[in-house]
C-alpha cells in the first residue's frame, strides 16, 4: 500500500511539472499563457512572470505591482520577492468550468510605475479527481414475469464531472445470470446502460434478483463507482409508457419569474389499471438540476423554483423517466436555453490613479487605468465608455476592457485647480443601462504668472515740508498663482536723486507696498519724484513686473517775502523807503503781498498802503501787463515799510499825482507801524489769542488778471505780465524810474531817501518757470480784509493794534 501511494505521489509531482508550461507569450499584445493543473494547494507555482515580461524586480516590489481577476474571487496573485505567479485558492476546475472542455482562468497584472496592464491566462487542466457516481445507492426495478427475453431496461447513468480520458468510460454488471448489460452510445456521445433481459423470468422461482453496477473512467489509476440493482418481479404488465417526443426543448429569459411552469411531458400507457397509471421523475437526480427545476410526478409539468441568470449558466440538460404501475418506463430528454436579459450594468473598476497632476503636465499623460465590463452577452454586454463635458481629458482604450483617462491638452490652475472627471459607461441594451465613476485630481500649481499691478502707473500729491515715514500711497498687486508662488513682495527699483540713492528718500514696505518718505521734501529743492515699484512672487525663478510711481510735491507758503531793494541802513525813521521790491524765498520768484492804497494826508492825492484794507478803485489794469504797470508807475510813488515778522507785512505807498481813475480815500486817523523798534512793541500789544485772517476765495484774480508769475506757469496763457528777459529788464526799468521819482517827491515832503527797485541780483533770473507761492498763499498779511476785483464793494477798517501803533509812532 505504501509502494502505491509513492507511486500516486510521483505520478502526481510528474503530472504538475508537465502541465506547468507557458503556452505563448504574445509580446505585441503583453500576454502570458500559463498552464496548471487543478486542486493545486494555495501558494502553488504557476509561472515566473518577472523573467517572462523582463520585469525588475524593484519594479514589482513594495505595491509597485499586483494581479487582478474580473470575478469574486481572486485564485492568483504575484510573489514580490522572486516575481512568481502563485494560487490563491485552491482551484476546482468542475465547479469553475463545467460542461467545458477547456477551462481558462483570466487576469491581469498592473505594473503601477510604468501605468501598464499585462493580461494573462492559465488553463486549468483536469485531474482525475472525482469517482462517477449514480447519485442514489439503489436502483429499484419492476419487471413482469412474462418479459420476454431481449426486454432492456433503462438504467440511471452515472455521472463524473471530469473531462477526456478522466471522465466516465465503461460500466459493468455482475451478480445474476438472468441479466445482462448493454451500452448504447447517445447522440451527444454519452454512454446509457442498458438492463437486458437475458433469461425467462419466474417469479415464483424468484421475486427479486440483486445486480451490481460498476462505472469506471479512465484515469491512472482509475476510479470506480458502484449501484445496487434490485428487480422485482411483478405479474404480466406488457406495455411500457412512451413520451410524446424524445427531446424536448424551451427557451426562457433569464428574468422570469419564479414559480413559473417551463413545459410540460407528456406519456401514454396503453395498459389499464395501475399498469397504466404514469408517474414523472428526474432521472438524474444531480444538485444543480434539483435545485433549479421542479416536475410534478403527476401531471409532467416541469416548473422553475429558483432564478436563473444567463451570466452563471445559460443552458441546462437533463433527462425525465415516466413509469407505470407495473414497473415499465420511458425516457425523454430536457433542454432549457436561457436567453439574455439587460440586467447588468457596466461595472467599472479603477485599477490605478493619480490624485494630483502638474499643470505643465504635457498632453497625453495618463492619469487613471479604467478597467470597464458588461457581464450580459451580445448587444447588452457592448460597453461604450464616454467622460464629462468641459474637461481636458480624453479616453483611450489600452487593452481589450481596460481604458486610459489621459490629459486632451495643457492644464491651467489659475482656470481649474481640480477636477472631479465623471467616466460614464452605457450598454448597449434597450434600454440602455448606465454607470458611472468619479476620479478626483488636484492640479498643482507652476509659477507662470507674474505680478500684475492693480494700476497701470501710480501718481500722488505730497505736500512739502512733510513728516518724516510719512505714508505716500500704497500699490497693489495680485499674482493668479497659488501658495508660494503668489506671495508678492514690493522693492524699489534702484535709482539716484539730486546725487543721492532714490532708497534715502523713499521706502517700500515689502509685503503691503506702502510707499514711506524717508525725508522732509522741500518744494524748493525738489517738484517731483519719479521712481519705480518692482512686485516680485516666491516662485522658482521668481516672476517680476514694475510700476511707474510718481510723486508730485506741493508747494506750502512757507517762505515770507523779502525786501531786496532798498538795502537795511541807518537812517531816518520808518516812512522814508519809496520803492519796494518782495521776493518770495519759497517759491524763488516774485510775491506780491496785498495792499490797500489810500490818498496821503500830506498831499491831495497821494496815496497810504494800510494793512487790513482791501484794494479799492484801481483798475486790474494798473496791475496787470506791461501797460498796466507802465501805466501805475506813471501815477504813483510809493513808501514801503515791513514789520520785522514778514508773515504781517504792511506797505505804504505815497504817490506824487494821482490819476482821475482812482478815487480817493479818507487818511486813517493813525499811520500804520513802521520797521523797527516800534513794529516789536505793536506785536507785543497785540491780544495773545487774536488768529490771522486765512485768504478768501473770492478774491482771486483772473486769468488775465494775476499780478505775478503764479498765473502763467508755461507761457502758455493770455495774462500780460512779462515772460520773456527783455520785457522783464524793461519792467525793471521802469520801477527804478519810478522809484527814483518817488524818492525826490518824498525828499520835499520831509521823508527820508530811498529807492525802489530790483536787486541785479535777482532782476534778469526771473522767468515763468520758476513760480512763486502759489496764488492763494497771496494774501493781505494780518488782515480779515478780502481783495476784490470790484471797487467799491467793501472796505476793511484797520486793526486796534494798528492804530495803536500808529499814536505812538506819531508822538515819536
Known amino acids: 500500500?505504501?509502494?502505491?501511494?509513492?507511486?500516486?505521489?510521483?505520478?502526481?509531482?510528474?503530472?504538475?511539472?508537465?502541465?506547468?508550461?507557458?503556452?505563448?507569450?504574445?509580446?505585441?499584445?503583453?500576454?502570458?499563457?500559463?498552464?496548471?493543473?487543478?486542486?493545486?494547494?494555495?501558494?502553488?507555482?504557476?509561472?515566473?512572470?518577472?523573467?517572462?515580461?523582463?520585469?525588475?524586480?524593484?519594479?514589482?516590489?513594495?505595491?509597485?505591482?499586483?494581479?487582478?481577476?474580473?470575478?469574486?474571487?481572486?485564485?492568483?496573485?504575484?510573489?514580490?520577492?522572486?516575481?512568481?505567479l502563485v494560487t490563491t485558492e485552491r482551484i476546482d476546475r468542475e465547479q469553475l468550468c463545467r460542461l467545458l472542455e477547456k477551462c481558462v482562468l483570466r487576469c491581469e497584472l498592473i505594473v503601477e510605475g510604468e501605468m501598464k496592464v499585462y493580461a494573462i491566462e492559465v488553463?486549468?487542466?483536469?485531474?482525475?479527481?472525482?469517482?462517477?457516481?449514480?447519485?442514489?445507492?439503489?436502483?429499484?426495478?419492476?419487471?413482469?414475469?412474462?418479459?420476454?427475453?431481449?426486454?432492456?431496461?433503462?438504467?440511471r447513468r452515472a455521472h463524473d464531472p471530469d473531462m477526456g480520458t478522466n471522465s466516465l468510460q465503461s460500466y459493468t454488471l455482475s451478480g445474476d445470470e438472468h441479466f445482462s448489460l448493454s451500452v448504447q452510445a447517445g447522440a451527444d456521445g454519452e454512454k446509457r446502460p442498458e438492463l437486458v433481459l437475458a433469461k425467462a423470468l419466474d417469479r415464483e422461482e424468484a421475486a427479486f434478483h440483486e445486480l451490481l453496477l460498476r462505472a469506471s473512467d479512465g484515469g491512472d489509476p482509475a476510479r470506480t463507482g458502484t449501484a445496487r440493482i434490485r428487480v422485482a418481479v411483478l405479474d404480466a404488465n406488457d406495455n411500457a409508457p412512451a413520451f410524446s417526443q424524445a427531446v424536448y426543448t424551451v427557451r426562457v429569459p433569464e428574468d422570469v419569474p419564479v414559480g413559473s411552469t417551463l413545459l410540460r411531458v407528456t406519456a401514454t400507457d396503453p395498459d389499464d389499471g395501475t399498469n397504466a397509471d404514469v408517474k414523472y421523475l428526474f432521472q438524474e437526480v444531480l444538485e444543480q438540476i434539483s435545485n433549479t427545476f421542479h416536475i410534478e410526478p403527476k401531471t409532467g409539468a416541469i416548473s422553475l423554483v429558483r432564478n436563473l441568470d444567463f451570466e452563471e449558466a445559460d443552458f441546462y440538460e437533463f433527462l425525465v423517466q415516466a413509469h407505470d404501475g407495473g414497473g415499465l418506463s420511458d425516457d425523454a430528454k430536457i433542454t432549457v436555453s436561457v436567453t439574455d436579459v439587460n440586467d447588468n450594468a457596466?461595472?467599472?473598476?479603477?485599477?490605478?490613479?493619480?490624485?494630483?497632476?502638474?499643470?505643465?503636465?504635457?498632453?497625453?499623460?495618463?492619469?487613471?487605468?479604467l478597467h470597464v465590463q458588461d457581464r450580459d452577452s451580445g448587444a447588452n454586454g457592448e460597453v461604450r465608455c464616454s467622460l464629462g463635458?468641459?474637461?481636458?481629458?480624453?479616453?483611450?482604450?489600452?487593452?481589450?476592457?481596460?481604458?486610459?483617462?489621459?490629459?486632451?491638452?495643457?492644464?491651467?490652475?489659475?482656470?481649474?485647480?481640480e477636477y472631479n472627471v465623471t467616466v460614464r459607461a452605457a450598454d448597449g441594451g434597450s434600454p440602455a443601462l448606465r454607470s458611472g465613476a468619479v476620479l478626483a485630481l488636484r492640479v498643482l500649481d507652476v509659477n507662470d504668472n507674474a505680478p500684475v499691478f492693480a494700476e497701470a502707473r501710480y501718481s500722488a500729491r505730497l505736500p512739502e515740508n512733510n513728516a518724516e515715514g510719512a505714508l505716500v500711497l500704497t500699490v497693489r498687486a495680485w499674482d493668479a498663482d497659488w501658495g508660494q508662488n503668489a506671495r508678492v513682495r514690493y522693492r524699489l527699483r534702484e535709482g539716484r536723486l539730486r546725487g543721492a540713492p532714490l532708497s534715502s528718500y523713499v521706502s517700500v514696505q515689502a509685503e503691503?507696498?506702502?510707499?514711506?518718505?524717508?525725508?522732509?521734501?522741500?518744494?524748493?529743492?525738489?517738484?517731483?519724484?519719479?521712481?519705480?515699484?518692482?512686485?516680485?512672487?516666491?516662485?522658482?525663478?521668481?516672476?517680476?513686473?514694475?510700476?511707474?510711481?510718481?510723486?508730485?510735491?506741493?508747494?506750502?507758503?512757507?517762505?515770507?517775502?523779502?525786501?531786496?531793494?532798498?538795502?537795511a541802513a541807518p537812517g531816518p525813521g520808518p516812512g522814508s523807503g519809496a520803492g519796494v521790491g518782495a521776493w518770495g524765498?519759497?517759491?524763488?520768484?516774485?510775491?506780491?503781498?496785498?495792499?490797500?492804497?489810500?490818498?496821503?494826508?500830506?498831499?491831495?492825492?497821494?496815496?497810504?498802503?494800510?494793512?487790513?484794507?482791501?484794494?479799492?478803485?484801481?483798475?486790474?489794469?494798473?496791475?496787470?501787463?506791461?501797460?498796466?504797470?507802465?501805466?501805475?508807475?506813471?501815477?504813483?510813488?510809493?513808501?514801503?515799510?515791513?514789520?520785522?515778522?514778514?508773515?504781517?507785512?504792511?506797505?505804504?505807498?505815497?504817490?506824487?499825482?494821482?490819476?482821475?481813475?482812482?478815487?480817493?480815500?479818507?487818511?486813517?486817523?493813525?499811520?500804520?507801524?513802521?520797521?523797527?523798534?516800534?513794529?516789536?512793541?505793536?506785536?507785543?500789544?497785540?491780544?495773545?489769542?487774536?488768529?490771522?485772517?486765512?485768504?478768501?476765495?473770492?478774491?482771486?484774480?483772473?486769468?488775465?488778471?494775476?499780478?505775478?508769475?503764479?498765473?502763467?506757469?508755461?507761457?502758455?496763457?493770455?495774462?500780460?505780465?512779462?515772460?520773456?528777459q527783455f520785457d522783464t529788464e524793461m519792467l525793471q526799468a521802469m520801477i527804478l524810474a519810478s522809484a527814483?521819482?518817488?524818492?525826490?517827491?518824498?525828499?520835499?515832503?520831509?521823508?527820508?531817501?530811498?529807492?525802489?527797485?530790483?536787486?541785479?541780483?535777482?532782476?534778469?533770473?526771473?522767468?515763468?518757470?520758476?513760480?512763486?507761492?502759489?496764488?492763494?498763499?497771496?494774501?493781505?498779511?494780518?488782515?480779515?480784509?478780502?481783495?476784490?476785483?470790484a471797487a467799491g464793494k467793501r472796505d476793511a477798517k484797520p486793526s486796534g493794534g494798528n492804530k495803536k501803533k500808529s499814536g505812538k509812532k506819531e508822538k515819536k
Open 346 to 369: 457596466p461595472e467599472i473598476s479603477v485599477r490605478s490613479a493619480l490624485s494630483e497632476i502638474s499643470e505643465d503636465a504635457a498632453p497625453g499623460t495618463v492619469v487613471a487605468l
Open 512 to 567: 503691503t507696498g506702502a510707499l514711506y518718505a524717508l525725508r522732509s521734501f522741500d518744494y524748493e529743492e525738489v517738484r517731483e519724484v519719479e521712481l519705480w515699484v518692482r512686485a516680485e512672487d516666491g516662485g522658482a525663478p521668481p516672476l517680476s513686473s514694475n510700476v511707474s510711481v510718481r510723486l508730485l510735491i506741493a508747494d506750502e507758503n512757507d517762505n515770507a517775502p523779502q525786501v531786496l531793494y532798498p538795502p
Open 740 to 789: 527814483n521819482e518817488a524818492a525826490d517827491v518824498n525828499a520835499t515832503l520831509g521823508g527820508g531817501t530811498g529807492t525802489m527797485g530790483l536787486s541785479a541780483r535777482y532782476g534778469p533770473q526771473f522767468t515763468l518757470q520758476h513760480v512763486p507761492d502759489y496764488r492763494q498763499n497771496v494774501y493781505i498779511p494780518g488782515s480779515t480784509a478780502t481783495l476784490s476785483n
Open 123 to 155: 488553463e486549468i487542466t483536469d485531474i482525475n479527481d472525482n469517482t462517477p457516481s449514480f447519485g442514489e445507492g439503489q436502483i429499484e426495478l419492476r419487471t413482469n414475469e412474462m418479459a420476454v427475453i431481449g426486454m432492456r431496461y433503462a438504467l
Open 585 to 724: 524765498s519759497a517759491s524763488g520768484a516774485w510775491s506780491w503781498a496785498g495792499v490797500e492804497l489810500a490818498p496821503r494826508s500830506a498831499e491831495p492825492g497821494a496815496l497810504v498802503a494800510k494793512a487790513g484794507a482791501a484794494l479799492r478803485g484801481v483798475p486790474a489794469s494798473h496791475f496787470v501787463g506791461i501797460d498796466g504797470v507802465r501805466a501805475f508807475l506813471r501815477s504813483y510813488s510809493h513808501d514801503v515799510s515791513l514789520t520785522a515778522d514778514s508773515r504781517k507785512s504792511q506797505l505804504r505807498c505815497a504817490g506824487g499825482s494821482c490819476c482821475d481813475t482812482l478815487p480817493a480815500r479818507p487818511p486813517p486817523d493813525e499811520a500804520a507801524p513802521l520797521r523797527g523798534e516800534d513794529a516789536a512793541a505793536h506785536r507785543a500789544a497785540e491780544p495773545d489769542g487774536l488768529p490771522q485772517a486765512q485768504p478768501n476765495p473770492d478774491w482771486r484774480f483772473s486769468q488775465t488778471q494775476r499780478p505775478g508769475t503764479s498765473g502763467s506757469q508755461n507761457g502758455e496763457e493770455g495774462g500780460a505780465w512779462p515772460n520773456n
Open 1 to 84: 500500500m505504501c509502494a502505491a501511494r509513492e507511486g500516486r505521489c510521483g505520478r502526481r509531482q510528474r503530472a504538475l511539472l508537465c502541465c506547468v508550461l507557458v503556452a505563448a507569450w504574445e509580446a505585441a499584445r503583453g500576454q502570458l499563457r500559463y498552464s496548471v493543473p487543478e486542486e493545486l494547494p494555495k501558494g502553488s507555482f504557476v509561472g515566473d512572470v518577472a523573467k517572462d515580461l523582463a520585469l525588475e524586480l524593484a519594479a514589482l516590489g513594495a505595491g509597485g505591482a499586483r494581479v487582478v481577476s474580473q470575478g469574486r474571487t481572486q485564485y492568483f496573485a504575484l510573489h514580490a520577492s522572486s516575481g512568481h
Open 389 to 417: 463635458e468641459g474637461v481636458p481629458f480624453r479616453l483611450e482604450r489600452a487593452l481589450d476592457d481596460y481604458y486610459s483617462v489621459v490629459t486632451a491638452r495643457e492644464l491651467d490652475r489659475e482656470r481649474a485647480s
